[in-house]
């Protein structure tokens, strides 16, 4: 028993659903619309729940979506899902800063939607007009956890984590001026949050703030 298919070009791990609740997630750049196509057809047929490939372009999406029927595609999120799960009882909200942090919170939304958490999404709730945010308290509290995307000087997860008792998952973006550095001083900034437990995931990445949030929820969901 391998718990993987070897198909040459890749070796799709068929056993990661048993023991993390959701199939291998696949990663779009740096593979062909051929490469793709083999390793969902895998991951569909050794599993039973949503299937994912992240970052996929427009063009490279369509491809892969016309040879493996029943995929959706979300442009913002650049995410193209097979078998989305729904109805899971974990309230998750996405607050994002700027408009121009969107597209990392869409996929930080879009991955948590179709891993089948309840999302709602919070938009230009950034630091520089905090009434934005005061006025989404309630909402905020109601959340079984909080993913804060920023970019600038990414003081958003510290207001939140003083705000909410539940986890605050900190996603740093590139978004901003010189001095941001592509993201290197809200990823500072956020991993020396006064705000304890906040918790940081790698710049711009949506998708690990979203499998963390799924990884919690299983947790809750197994006791």
Same mark, same amino acid.
């Given at each position: 028993?391998?718990?993987?298919?070897? +198909?040459?070009?890749?070796? $799709?791990?068929?056993?990661?659903?048993?023991?993390?609740?959701?199939?291998?997630? !696949?990663?779009?750049?740096?593979?062909? =619309?051929?490469? /793709?196509? *083999?390793?969902?057809?895998? @991951?569909?047929?050794?599993?039973?729940? $949503?299937?994912?490939?992240?970052?996929?372009?427009?063009?490279?999406?369509?491809? &892969?979506?016309?040879?493996?029927?029943?995929?959706?595609?979300?442009?913002?999120?650049?995410? +193209?899902?097979?078998?989305?799960?729904?109805?899971?009882?974990?309230?998750? =909200?996405?607050?994002?800063?700027?408009?121009?942090?969107? $597209?990392?919170?869409?996929?930080?939304?879009?991955?948590?939607? #179709?891993?089948? +958490?309840?999302? %709602?999404?919070?938009?230009?709730?950034g630091?520089? *007009?905090? %009434?934005?945010? @005061?006025?989404?308290?309630?909402?905020?509290?109601?959340?079984?956890?909080?993913?804060? !995307?920023?970019?600038?000087?990414?003081?958003?997860?510290?207001?939140?984590?003083?705000? &909410?008792?539940?986890?605050? /998952? #900190? !996603?740093?973006?590139?978004?901003?001026? *010189? #001095?941001?550095?592509?993201?290197?001083t809200?990823? +500072?900034?956020?991993?020396?949050?006064?705000?304890?437990?906040?918790v =940081? &995931?790698? /710049?711009d990445?949506?998708? *690990?703030?979203?499998?963390?949030? %799924?990884?919690m929820? @299983?947790?809750?969901?197994?006791?």
């Amino acid at each position: 028993m391998t718990g993987f298919e070897d +198909l040459g070009y890749a070796r $799709p791990d068929t056993d990661r659903e048993a023991r993390m609740g959701v199939p291998e997630v !696949v990663y779009g750049p740096g593979k062909t =619309v051929e490469q /793709i196509v *083999g390793v969902v057809r895998s @991951l569909l047929a050794a599993n039973d729940g $949503p299937v994912l490939v992240t970052r996929l372009e427009p063009d490279a999406a369509a491809a &892969v979506a016309a040879q493996v029927p029943g995929g959706t595609y979300d442009r913002v999120a650049r995410l +193209l899902v097979w078998r989305p799960a729904t109805g899971r009882e974990f309230r998750l =909200v996405v607050a994002s800063a700027g408009t121009s942090d969107q $597209p990392v919170a869409a996929e930080a939304a879009a991955v948590a939607a #179709a891993l089948g +958490l309840d999302v %709602h999404e919070l938009r230009d709730v950034g630091v520089a *007009g905090l %009434h934005r945010l @005061l006025a989404e308290t309630g909402e905020l509290q109601a959340a079984d956890a909080v993913v804060c !995307v920023a970019g600038m000087e990414g003081a958003l997860p510290s207001v939140v984590g003083g705000l &909410v008792g539940c986890p605050v /998952i #900190a !996603v740093p973006t590139s978004v901003g001026y *010189g #001095a941001v550095l592509e993201g290197v001083t809200p990823l +500072l900034a956020m991993l020396s949050s006064c705000a304890s437990g906040v918790v =940081v &995931v790698n /710049i711009d990445s949506g998708f *690990g703030a979203a499998m963390a949030a %799924h990884r919690m929820a @299983l947790r809750l969901a197994q006791r």
